[in-house]
């Protein structure tokens, strides 16, 4: 069996995670910027040409680039996040070379998720929403998708799974304010600025849906994280119906 832990930020993923790695310990967790056998967040996915002028450009970071990159056929997988370095230009650069928001064509970006998801037979894994969280947001703020769309693709994707074991935990937050409020005192920085929030703001108000639609404000995020929900809901209930489980955020029972 394979478990895919799903939900919005702050509801609780990365604790249930934790605590069902400690529940089967035989099983192999991947966490957002892990290599991943299914999903490509938090990671480069570059060409030769392109994987060789980044280890020439990054000298000083090549033992640890070379150490975090995996090749997958024709190209390489880099989990450039895991690279540690003061230089913050290496992570715009290898940023660009990310699937998500919106920079890739969408059929490219299609053929390259299913055929992952398709030539993934793993058994024993417990993946960090490896399955809506980043793919849905790329469709609603990058792409301005229909929920119909987007519902589309996803039978695509249970289709790309059918030969799979695997259950899903959603997380669903009743309340999502009150979700984010904790999260956002839990993750500061040293002198306490709460610097996860401010990416994850700056990262909505600065999407081309957000900015067609002039959301630019808290109650903005509150309101496309409450749409997401029930969107990703709606995918969990209608196409993964006898695949998922539906837990209360803070709340359930392991």
Known sequence: MNYFVEGIQGSGKSTLVRKLSEKYPGCTTVMEGDYS???LAWCARMNETQYLKVLERWKDLQDQICSKSHKEGNYWIVCYTQVKSDDRDFYRQLENFEIYNGRTAFEEYKNIV???YRN?????FIFECSLLQNAVEDMILFRDMSDDAILGFYKEVR???DDKEYEIYYIESPD????LNIVRKERVDKDGNEIWFKMLLEFFINSPYAR???MNQYEDLLIHLRHRQALELQ???EIFEDKVTVIQSKTYDL
């Open 37 to 39: 056998p299914v999903e």
């Open 114 to 116: 299913l055929t992952r």
């Open 120 to 124: 993934w037979h793993g058994d024993g």
């Open 159 to 161: 289709s790309a799974l």
């Open 176 to 179: 999502i304010e009150k979700n």
């Open 212 to 214: 067609k639609h002039s």
């Open 235 to 237: 995918i969990c209930q």
